[in-house]
């Protein structure tokens, strides 16, 4: 498979070090300061419907990883060394409409598989989520609401999303990514997928993704949060590998992230949210980790 990104012909382990303790001591920082201050769920409020772990999630924590790329660069004297910030669109077009797009797919077969199994769990009615609107005093049609959120799933939210997920992007897929490339592409992949799972611990263990109410909280939300990192951490590595540059796993992440609730719209009752139907669902993250395997087939 074409690699577009120049790789160290050696493992360099002080770069590594340097870009993980500053990625992870930052973002972890960020979530003590959020769980010293009420966690996620009882943050103080700033102005009227913001919290303080609302405005630390998407900034502080979330940017961790460039700060460490940042960090690394200059600290081992780097520089702006093959910073992956120059897109590559010539030929490479293809790949920001599989990042645009795909991920929709993806996860509405990882949806479908769940549903599939827990068939009683789906509601094409949608009235768990009409009773939310109603509670909240909004008089509008759930399934206009869902429309409104595939269409700006589809077109407008990846690129507004993966503005924000740049901050995780530059760090995991344009500089760790390579930085272990010499370990082969295979465990370079993996590796970097897994180290991405990791650093969301500190927030799975109040209660983001799964909440709490699930058995073994919070250890069997972190091990299973890890086969969605692998799986869609693998497919951001390869459209990073193939086109160069941070931005198309930045789109990706971002639609990711843009598509990924839909599905608990029509949920009836309380999901097994362990196995989805959100993509961070061990079920529901069978269909990336399927894909995984198969652009990880012809690796060494």
Same mark, same amino acid.
């Given at each position: 498979?074409? +690699?577009? &990104?120049?790789?160290?012909?050696?493992?360099?382990?002080?770069?590594?070090?340097? &870009?993980?303790?500053?990625?992870?001591?930052?973002?972890?920082?960020?979530?003590?300061?959020?769980?010293?201050?009420?966690?996620? +769920?009882?943050?103080?409020?700033?102005?009227?419907? =913001?919290?303080?772990?609302? #405005?630390?999630?998407?900034?502080?924590?979330?940017?961790?990883?460039? !700060?460490?790329? #940042?960090?690394?660069?200059?600290?081992?004297?780097?520089?702006?060394?093959?910073?992956?910030?120059?897109?590559?669109?010539?030929? +490479?077009?293809?790949?920001?409409?599989?990042?645009?797009?795909?991920?929709?797919?993806?996860?509405?077969?990882?949806?479908?598989?769940?549903?599939?199994?827990?068939?009683? %769990?789906?509601?094409?009615?949608?009235?768990?989520?009409?009773?939310?609107?109603?509670?909240?005093?909004?008089?509008?049609?759930?399934?206009?609401?869902?429309? =409104? %959120?595939?269409?700006?799933?589809?077109? #407008?939210?990846?690129? !507004?999303?993966?503005?924000?997920?740049?901050?995780?992007?530059?760090?995991?897929?344009?500089?760790?990514?390579?930085?272990?490339?010499?370990?082969?592409?295979?465990?370079? !992949?993996?590796?970097?997928?897994?180290?991405?799972?990791?650093?969301?611990?500190?927030? !799975?263990?109040?209660?983001?993704?799964?909440?709490? *109410?699930?058995?073994?909280?919070?250890? +069997?939300?972190?091990?299973?949060?890890?086969?969605?990192? $692998?799986?869609?951490?693998?497919?951001?590595?390869?459209?990073?590998?193939?086109?160069?540059?941070?931005?198309?796993?930045? $789109?990706?992440?971002?639609?990711?992230?843009?598509?990924?609730?839909?599905?608990? @719209?029509?949920?009836?009752? %309380?999901?097994?949210?362990?196995?989805?139907?959100?993509?961070?669902?061990?079920?529901?993250?069978?269909?990336?980790?399927?894909?995984?395997?198969? @652009?990880?087939? *012809?690796?060494?």
């Amino acid at each position: 498979m074409e +690699t577009r &990104f120049p790789t160290p012909e050696r493992l360099e382990r002080r770069r590594i070090g340097v &870009f993980l303790l500053v990625a992870f001591g930052v973002s972890w920082a960020t979530a003590l300061a959020i769980w010293a201050t009420g966690g996620l +769920t009882d943050s103080p409020e700033i102005t009227e419907g =913001i919290t303080l772990a609302t #405005v630390l999630l998407p900034s502080a924590y979330m940017f961790g990883p460039a !700060i460490g790329a #940042v960090a690394a660069r200059l600290a081992t004297g780097e520089g702006c060394q093959h910073h992956r910030l120059r897109p590559e669109f010539e030929g +490479t077009m293809w790949l920001y409409a599989a990042a645009w797009l795909a991920p929709a797919g993806l996860v509405v077969a990882g949806s479908a598989l769940y549903f599939a199994v827990f068939p009683g %769990q789906f509601d094409p009615t949608m009235a768990a989520f009409r009773g939310q609107l109603a509670a909240a005093g909004v008089a509008m049609d759930p399934r206009l609401l869902a429309v =409104i %959120q595939i269409i700006a799933a589809l077109t #407008v939210a990846p690129l !507004i999303n993966g503005l924000l997920a740049f901050g995780e992007e530059y760090g995991w897929r344009a500089y760790l990514l390579p930085k272990l490339w010499p370990l082969g592409r295979r465990r370079a !992949i993996v590796l970097t997928g897994v180290v991405w799972g990791v650093w969301h611990w500190p927030i !799975i263990a109040m209660g983001y993704n799964y909440g709490f *109410d699930y058995p073994g909280f919070p250890w +069997t939300g972190m091990v299973a949060f890890l086969a969605f990192t $692998v799986g869609a951490g693998t497919f951001l590595a390869v459209l990073t590998e193939r086109e160069g540059s941070v931005w198309p796993a930045s $789109v990706g992440h971002g639609a990711i992230n843009a598509i990924a609730g839909v599905a608990v @719209l029509f949920v009836a009752g %309380q999901p097994n949210s362990l196995l989805g139907p959100t993509p961070v669902g061990v079920l529901a993250a069978l269909p990336w980790l399927a894909l995984a395997v198969w @652009l990880l087939g *012809d690796s060494d």
